[in-house]
């Protein structure tokens, strides 16, 4: 399934630019604020874009042998 695969690729993708762009902050942000919000928010949307893309690639697997099976 071409567009699932493509889709966990491009969430993959976003994840690690947000990332990049997130510890570019580290350089000028040290404080107490900055560890709250990378727990409270960053942590949680590299969890949440991990699970996501287990989900899709299963899905995929699902639907492939799906597909095989009914072929």
Known sequence: MKGI???DRQLVRATK???FQWDATGAGWH???RADFEKVYID???HA???AVDAM???NRLLGKA???CS
Request: aromatic share 0%; hydrophobic share 35%.
């Open 5 to 7: 695969s493509h889709s």
């Open 31 to 33: 404080d107490q604020a």
């Open 67 to 69: 597909i095989d099976e």
């Open 57 to 59: 690639t299963e899905i």
């Open 44 to 46: 949680e949307i590299r």
């Open 17 to 19: 630019d947000l990332v």
């Open 49 to 51: 874009a991990k699970s």
